[in-house]
């Protein structure tokens, strides 16, 4: 893990929808508070409300000092967050993920994340077994009982691959996908990249492509976070092309 390699990654608002049309993440600044990211949101999605967010859309992220940390409600606690993607067990994640900060902690709380596509390239060069098993369909069930049912790595339309993953209580994987978990987070560890961002710093990124998570902090600390659907003039793909190394390995 590589603090402050997605440096690379940071753009002007304008060119935001070009950078998630290519690798999927953009990083941002000048966002002052939740009504500058919903705005940036509005710019190039449709939002989508979550179980969390206010009426406009927007969700407030920060340590509520719970004593117990029920499932699916880490991310109002101050502990670590697995790699994941939002969402994962309805039916259609939302494409964008946007957040910003509000409030830095003093300690802690960088941003990690990771692509995809980099996690699947990997695999289908070092472990070809292990990618068929995360490719099975319905091989995990997302969010409970009441969830999705189907695998980390799933063919979309148009030849994309589309990452839905995590890796807490609110997910049951196979036998087979089981065994193979401890290769899947040594390939996520060798492509995590960390962040911390500043006041009024954040990032857009193709939940569809890109994992996220954080590490845990002490102090106060407040995001803000939007999900949103891109809009169709922007050409903003869903997922990503696996590389011709994958191609070629059989996993297309």
Known sequence: MVLDSLERYRVEVHGI?????????????????????LRLAESIGTVVPHRDSGADGVTTI????????????????ACALNPHTDRSGVDHPPVLLMTSCGLPTATGGECVLIDGQAVYDDLAESEPDALRAFCAPRSVLFGGAAGYLGSIFTDADDG???????????????????????????????????IKLDMGQGYVLNNHRWLHGRRAFTGQRVIFRVNANPLPHLGIPFGFRPSPVAASSGMR
Not at 17 to 37: C, F, N, Q, W, Y
Not at 62 to 77: I, N, Y
């Open 160 to 194: 994309r691959i589309e990452v839905r993953l995590r890796l807490d209580d609110l997910a049951q994987f196979s036998p087979e996908v089981c065994r193979w978990l401890p290769t899947l987070r040594a390939a996520i560890d060798r492509h995590a990249m960390m």
């Open 17 to 37: 929808p070009a950078a998630l049309a290519g690798r999927g993440l953009a990083l941002v600044e000048g966002l002052a508070d939740s009504s500058d990211l």
């Open 62 to 77: 920060a340590d509520l000092g719970t004593e117990r940390v029920q499932s699916g409600f880490a991310g109002f606690s």
